[in-house]
């Protein structure tokens, strides 16, 4: 068992670090596994496992949410938001700081990509923070963490690709992702309000005070707000109510975007050329990656290595706690390297028998992954968000990773709040109306 779990670690290593698409490389170590080490014909397998995984009710979601991202994404949202929240928050210590957290949670929560939402949000508000004395780390930590909220909050890409790959319910575990999204977005917004009261809230800031803004205007501004909070809402409210499924309120979504960007102005035919390319690009490499996991995971049951590994790490009488705190340094280590789709696709072929077999319920567990895979995307040395930062201000990396660093402790408090308190993500899957 050691021999092939090191050949399989060496052959993924060797295909991921050669710059092979990360399928290719996951197709790859499958075949030498079985080819090596079952009396299995890889070819049959890997027929039968594409074909399996190129259909399903619960995938159709995927590219739905993806397209609907993609339209709002070109709709001038981020800026309708800065507008629409900045007046409201200036009253709060910390003031604008708190838009990068608020707005990039729900422009992330529509676009489902971090890298998306940091690039987005950080052009507009970091030059406007830095032009009104605002603190340059407090903005860059606050901006490259919360925007890793939309691979938390629903409809997530990525707990789609969980739900999928696991075969558990996506409407519960959007459900299970809205406690800890929020918990985490308080902490977030908890530490700022903390930082500011202590530094002193208003020193050496110049610029306009929104505060002062007449109701009307601060009325008007919040108005552009509306439509994306009503389209966040009716998925969530649909869902949870069993009105839609998560098919179907990603089609709905595709259409409320469309009107949304329409409203906007910003919505014509270069636009929904662009969109859909986009939507369908990204839908196809997500298709392709589970696929090649689908076969990867196989391959791992013919050749018995999860099966020989939870039993092995059984007989170390780790209690679940340990198994946690280890899990967590291993995801983090793998997490510098891989997405977090790729990361989750490959995990769980392998260490979902052990976390079975602990007794974790499944729907817990892929919020606590999807809480690591945001960790990983502040943790150097590749985490991403410290490089599209890194590309929008022209700081090094240290100096990015030290802004991120506190709340890069915060997440990891929200995992153990999660473990000791698992009604946080728990409570409203278990809920839901049958």
């Known amino acids: ?72 994404f070109r709709s001038g949202l981020a800026d309708n938001m800065f507008r629409g929240l900045s007046p409201w928050l200036n009253r709060m210590p910390g003031r604008l700081l708190h838009t990068n957290i608020i707005g990039s949670g729900m422009f992330a929560a529509v676009c489902g990509s971090s890298a998306a939402t940091c690039a987005t949000v950080g052009k507009m508000t970091l030059p406007e923070l830095e032009r ?33 790959v696991t075969e558990q319910s996506i409407s519960r575990l959007f459900m299970a992702g809205i406690g ?26 110049t610029g306009q005070d929104e505060s002062s803004m007449p109701l009307a205007e601060k009325l008007r501004n919040t108005l552009e707000l509306l439509p994306i909070l009503l389209l966040i809402g009716s998925i969530i409210a649909t869902i949870y109510g069993g009105l839609a499924s998560p098919t179907e309120a990603a089609a709905a979504g595709v259409v409320l975007s469309m009107i949304i960007a329409r409203w906007n102005g910003s919505f014509g035919m270069a636009t929904f050329k662009a969109s859909l390319f986009a939507a369908i690009r990204t839908a196809c490499m997500i298709a392709f990656i589970i696929a090649g996991a689908s076969f990867l995971t196989s391959a791992m049951g013919f050749t018995q290595v999860p099966m020989q590994l939870a039993r092995a790490i059984g ?41 079975s077999a602990a007794g974790f319920d499944l729907i817990w567990f892929g919020i606590y992954l999807v809480v690591v895979v945001e960790m990983s ?36 408090l929200s995992i153990a709040l999660l473990h000791l308190f698992p009604e946080i993500a728990l409570y409203l899957p278990q809920s839901m109306s049958r």
């Open 132 to 164: 009104r004395g605002y603190d340059s780390n407090m903005a860059i930590g606050t901006l490259a963490s919360a925007s890793t909220l939309g691979l938390l909050i629903p409809p997530s890409i990525v707990l789609i690709v969980y739900g999928v």
């Open 180 to 205: 800890p999204g929020l918990m985490i977005l308080a902490l977030f917004m908890g530490y700022l309000i903390l930082w500011s009261l202590l530094k002193g809230d208003r020193q050496g800031l």
């Open 315 to 355: 007989e170390m009488g780790l209690s679940p706690t340990m198994l946690l705190v280890a899990l967590t340094l291993l995801l983090l280590v793998m997490g510098c390297f891989l997405d977090g789709i790729s990361l989750i696709l490959l995990v769980t072929s392998i260490i979902m028998p052990l976390v």
């Open 1 to 72: 068992m050691l021999t092939l779990s090191l050949a399989t670690v060496f052959t993924l290593a060797l295909l991921l670090g050669s710059g092979v698409w990360i399928a290719f490389a996951l197709i790859g170590t499958a075949w030498v596994a079985l080819a090596l080490f079952s009396p299995f014909a890889p070819g049959p397998i890997l027929a039968s496992d594409f074909w399996g995984a190129s259909y399903g009710w619960d995938l159709t979601a995927l590219p739905m949410f993806i397209w609907m991202g993609e339209i709002l």
């Open 377 to 412: 995307q502040i943790t150097p040395p590749v985490g991403f968000n410290l490089f599209v930062i890194q590309g929008l201000t022209g700081k090094d990396i240290l100096t990015i990773t030290k802004a991120t660093l506190p709340f890069f402790l915060l997440m990891l």
